[in-house]
Nanobody, 114 residues
Framework: VQLVESGGGLVQAGGSLRLSCAASGSIFSTNVMGWYRQAPGKQRELVASITSGGSTNYADSVKGRFTISRDNAKNTVYLQMNSLKPEDTAVYYC?????????WGKGTLVTVSS
């Protein structure tokens, strides 16, 4: 059972990044996968989630700027982040529940400079 994130980095405000989360098949078949983030000194918060059927949910702070999607053939979930702001700076984590256990990736750092 593994979740492996990639795609983080340093970007200027207004720029874009796409995060990827490669998941093992047993996790990917779960109902929902999500992206969370944790900024320094703050609690981890939900950014976006997507069900196996493609229904999505977004935090108010990212609506209209971020898009979550999944490629079932590749067992991968993506987070396209546009119009990035300095307040989006955080470690972004991939998440999936399976049989009552919460699985997390190790995270990928996104830094947005002003």
């Amino acid at each position: 059972v593994q979740l492996v994130e990639s795609g983080g980095g340093l970007v200027q405000a207004g720029g874009s990044l796409r995060l990827s989360c490669a998941a093992s098949g047993s996790i990917f078949s779960t109902n929902v996968m999500g992206w969370y983030r944790q900024a320094p000194g703050k609690q981890r918060e939900l950014v976006a989630s997507i069900t196996s059927g493609g229904s999505t949910n977004y935090a108010d702070s990212v609506k209209g700027r971020f898009t979550i999607s999944r490629d079932n053939a590749k067992n991968t979930v993506y987070l396209q982040m546009n119009s990035l702001k300095p307040e989006d700076t955080a470690v972004y984590y991939c998440h999936a529940p399976l049989y009552g256990i919460n699985y997390w990736g190790k995270g990928t750092l996104v830094t947005v400079s002003s």
